[in-house]
């Protein structure tokens, strides 16, 4: 069971990983909680259509 939880911990904490360095989400630039909220959702969404794409190149050969 823990070493499940490990691999799937480790999974989580590169999407935080991604979004602090990548996706701007270190500090918020935005005042009030609804506006950081959409800034953390176009992030997530950002970070999953890079999923996708690595995803469909992957599995398409030339």
């Given at each position: 069971?823990?070493r499940i ?8 904490e590169?999407?935080f990983?991604?979004?602090?360095t990548v996706g701007?989400?270190?500090?918020s630039r935005?005042?009030?909680q609804a506006k950081t ?5 176009i992030?997530?969404?950002a ?9 469909s190149?992957?599995?398409?050969k030339?």
């Open positions: 069971g823990y939880s490990q691999r799937k911990r480790k999974r989580v590169e999407i990983g991604w979004l602090k701007g989400m270190r500090k935005f005042i009030g909220q959409m800034a953390a959702f992030s997530g969404a970070y999953n259509l890079l999923r996708i794409a690595k995803l190149d992957s599995g398409v030339a």
